[in-house]
């Protein structure tokens, strides 16, 4: 690791309370039987995403695709709270990223609590540089050169 200008990561596969292989982005292996506990589960995994040794924490946020359209339901103040105050203590740089997460109230929470953003795309749309929604949000959420992370560089 620290032969890496940076290391990032995010929270996408990981064991499901039952012990089950768990990838949100893939619908045959997300089991949701009660979608507030699914929500508290994919919380507590990002949090504790959070206390491994990275610098920027990618694709935040993200909701598996029965839940995804009803972002602003499960990501309530509580759990945005918490997330947000995980990540202030951690010291991890938040992406905004061209899925449209996590979305202004996050990034607004994050700003207030001194964390840093980065820009990042995962590849998902066929101009991986547009980056729309991300200097969208910049300028939404007053974000400054001053609010964006600086990887110490090795060279």
């Given at each position: 690791l620290k032969e890496f200008d940076y290391v990032f990561t995010d929270a996408l596969t990981f064991k499901d309370n039952k012990g089950r292989r768990t990838r949100l982005w893939i619908p045959e292996e997300t089991w949701i039987e009660n979608e507030e506990q699914y929500m508290d589960m994919i919380v507590d995994r990002i949090c504790s995403v959070l206390e491994e040794p990275?610098?920027?924490y990618v694709n935040p946020c993200f909701l598996p695709s029965p839940m995804d359209k009803r972002f602003d339901e499960f990501w309530t103040e509580a759990r945005m709270n918490r997330f947000v105050e995980?990540?202030?203590?951690?010291?991890?740089?938040l992406e905004i990223n061209e899925l449209y997460i996590p979305n202004?109230?996050?990034?607004m929470k994050a700003k207030a609590a001194g964390v840093k953003f980065t820009f990042g795309s995962n590849n998902v749309t066929p101009n991986v540089s547009d980056l729309s929604y991300s200097i969208r949000m910049m300028k939404e959420c007053g974000l400054t050169a001053e609010d964006m992370y600086k990887p110490k560089v090795k060279i």
């Open positions: 990275v610098d920027i995980a990540l202030a203590k951690s010291g991890k740089a202004k109230a996050i990034i």
